[in-house]
């Protein structure tokens, strides 16, 4: 774990926003080098290992309509699992940047004859116009891509806020769906990470070596 340790908090207060978010570029860039630094062979034995644990998680036996994503900047990559999801009549499901809904994302379903392009950071994304929408709502499970982790089940995103605008209900209704579950490498997790109102908790971690469960998922 990164020897970076932070002071935990519900709110973050104006005049500490500032340094908080800075202390947040520095450990978000660290973690993207170290995520770029990963060999091909590397990747590809964290993606199997992954879908190791997920398996044994028994998250595919209690979930549905299940939401992932495309790896990108060296994510942990759960593109494998979507064949798997298919296999097992399950509804596998990518998020695209919504077209009029500023920074917040919806989520298509993904089948074997989906259309793809690319979103303006250059991510492959189901394709709008030819895709059909699920309600977020509806979904039971959302494999969610991360920065970084601790074991509060604090999240820190590459910094755009769409998860967390786009799963902002939860916060109120607390045990509403879908469940939500970050995807990273082991190294990624940290001792603590400051958190701000909007930030949305996760329920578990699943790494290429662990499951970490906050919560009943």
Known sequence: MSNLSYHSSSSVSEQ??????????ILRTKI??????????????????FCRQFKQSKLLLKHQHIALYLGNDGEL??????????????HAYLPVI???????????????????????????????KYSKVFPRK???????PLVAFDNAGNRMGMGGGFYDRSFAYKAKLKHSRPKLIGLAHAFQEQELLPIAKWDIPLDG???DLKFHQFKVV
């Not at 990559?77 to 399950?90: E, S, T, V």
């Open 98 to 128: 919504h077209p009029l809904h500023q920074n917040r994302l919806c989520f298509c379903l993904v089948t074997p004859k989906s259309k793809f392009s690319k979103n303006k950071f250059g991510i492959l994304e189901p394709d709008f």
């Open 77 to 90: 990559n759960p593109q494998p699992l979507i064949k798997k999801l298919w296999k097992q009549k399950k």
């Open 205 to 207: 971690v699943l790494t």
């Open 32 to 49: 993207r080098q170290q995520r770029q630094a990963l060999t091909d062979l590397q990747q590809k034995k964290a993606s199997t290992n």
């Open 16 to 25: 500490n926003h500032t340094t908080i978010q800075a202390d947040k570029k």
């Open 138 to 144: 509806n979904l039971s499970l959302v494999l969610m």
